[in-house]
């Protein structure tokens, strides 16, 4: 079957009723979450992954995926309209976005952002479709020795996700790691590191980590440095842009797509570093580079294109390889692994409907993206007045529910408590709870496959060097972490290290 004919199966299982609805509630809240500061899509994402316990996986990742990229969308109200990004992704937009509407032409800058985002995110989606299918036929040649390689790799990435101290990081890395290890070992079925606890046989709980480390965390230390938001009083007026504004900003669209999804599919670049570069691209190319900062329709128009361009890229490694590039997509890996699907080069194999039902639900989510961001902006800036007197406990209480209605146990409020203090910690003492995290999805993984590759070389450990795949990968891996512990290279990393927590 050719990719069209996959797409429109795709579409069939993307308009199943259910699925449906679980993209609008997606995009909805993805939204939602990208107008309130401080509430990222990591924090939303870990709330709400309990309720993907009782759907199937192609609604869960949907539900998943939508709030992701709909996150990005709503960033850019809170930029626009109280000069707060509302997400990493939309700082730069505060710049230009911002000064808009103050000289009162929010309306047209709110518009701007909406539709160039969808142009942005379907323009993603169609190079993700085309480039994903190919990527994935080569993936198919790795085996045991492969795929550890590439999980080594995709731990070497934590040296870019970080902005802080790489010493600092690889520590989380391995207490990432050693939570990984914790349960039964899936070789010899012995339990190792529980503890004589019975809740323990089974791992720690992704979700209550989770939960705790960005929802709890969160909640303590927005709590402790509230921000004032003072809602722009300028009227928002018509949401269109003119023809005038349309082609002053048609390039900024382009480029910023281009660039969103170029960076988003390399790793630890993601959607924070994309609109950055896009900005500074499109004030390189201006004829008047000075508008830049006051006002310029570009500065809105190519940031948000190439942020939510980068979301759609960096599904590409995840789907096609199984490795996160981010945060986010970690726990998007999380929701596979929970309903038993590994993404990886087999997906398009094992799961067809699965794959090509999430890139259609993500056509699907970007249309109803932009009939949520222009007839709903004024109750967007009604959501921007609620008190986070009223908001932060509500998010403690739906953690709370969202934790114990997994399982049923207390044990699980106690873990997440332990990792919400212990999140609030880090994020007080330099540490970022991303490399934790990652390392934590990933270290089964690749347990796993180095045992089974030394088992199959009967101990040999040139294995990992002497297959071409295994080799190119350790280099690239290797090439990563020396690039993060060299001075001049550390200082670049460091201007464009990934900031999604």
């Known amino acids: 079957m050719d990719i069209l004919g996959m797409l429109m199966a795709g579409f069939a299982v993307a308009f199943e009723p259910a699925n449906l609805a679980y993209c609008f509630v997606g995009v909805f809240i993805g939204t939602l979450i990208g107008v309130l500061p401080g509430i990222g899509p990591v924090a939303a994402m870990s709330l709400l992954m309990p309720i993907t316990f009782y759907i199937t996986p192609e609604a869960a990742i949907i539900m998943m995926a939508g709030i992701y990229y ?17 997400e990493a992704a939309s700082v730069v937009t505060t710049l230009d976005g911002y000064q808009m509407a103050l000289q009162g ?66 520590m989380m890395a391995c207490i990432g790691l050693a939570l990984g290890l914790v349960g039964i070992d899936s070789i010899t079925a012995m339990p190792r590191l529980t503890f004589d606890r019975l809740e323990l046989v089974d791992g720690v709980g992704l979700v209550p980590m989770i939960m705790g480390l960005f929802g709890i965390a969160e909640i303590l230390f927005n709590i402790e440095g509230a921000q004032q938001r003072t809602v722009v009083k300028t009227r928002i007026g018509k949401l269109l842009p003119t023809v005038k504004d349309w082609i002053q900003c048609r390039w900024a669209l382009l480029r ?14 993601g959607s924070v570093i994309s609109s950055f570069v896009s900005y500074a691209v499109e004030k390189r190319f201006a004829d008047d580079p000075s508008r830049f900062g006051k006002g310029a329709i570009e500065g809105v128009a190519g940031p948000e294109a190439a942020n939510n361009a980068a979301a759609g890229g960096a599904f590409i490694p995840l789907l096609t390889l199984g490795i996160p590039t981010g945060v986010v997509t970690a726990l998007l890996l999380g929701a596979f692994i929970i309903h038993g699907v590994e993404p990886g080069p087999l997906l398009m194999v094992n799961h067809p409907e699965l794959f090509w039902g999430v890139i259609a639900s993500m056509y699907i989510g970007n249309v109803m993206l932009l009939v949520l961001n222009l007839p709903l902006i004024g109750l967007w800036v009604q959501v921007l007045k609620v008190p986070y007197h009223i908001l932060f406990p509500m998010i403690l209480l739906f953690c709370m529910i969202g934790v114990y209605s997994v399982n049923g146990s207390v044990f699980d409020l106690y873990v997440m408590t332990g990792f919400g203090l212990f999140g609030y910690l880090m994020k007080k003492f330099g540490f970022e709870p991303a490399p ?66």
């Open 70 to 86: 709909g996150s990005m969308y709503g960033g850019s109200t809170t930029a626009i309209l109280v000069n707060i990004p509302g």
């Open 105 to 170: 032409r929010a309306g047209v800058a709110l518009g701007v952002a909406a539709i160039g985002s969808f142009i942005a995110g379907t323009l993603a989606i169609v190079a993700l479709m085309l480039v994903a299918p190919p990527l994935a036929d080569f993936a198919v040649r790795f085996g045991p020795a492969e795929y550890f390689s590439l999980m080594v790799f995709g731990l070497a990435i934590l040296s870019y996700v970080t902005h802080g101290s790489i010493l600092k990081s690889l």
């Open 256 to 269: 910023g797509s281009a660039i969103g999804f170029v960076l988003g599919v390399l790793p630890g670049t």
């Open 436 to 501: 934790l995290v990652l390392a934590y999805v990933l270290g089964p993984m690749l347990e796993n496959n180095l045992r089974k590759a030394l088992i199959l070389s009967q101990g040999d450990l040139t294995t990992f060097v002497t297959k071409p795949i295994s080799a190119v990968c350790l280099l690239l891996a290797a090439a990563l972490l020396l690039s993060a512990v060299l001075p001049a290279l550390r200082a670049r990393r460091e201007k464009i290290a990934l900031d999604e927590t």
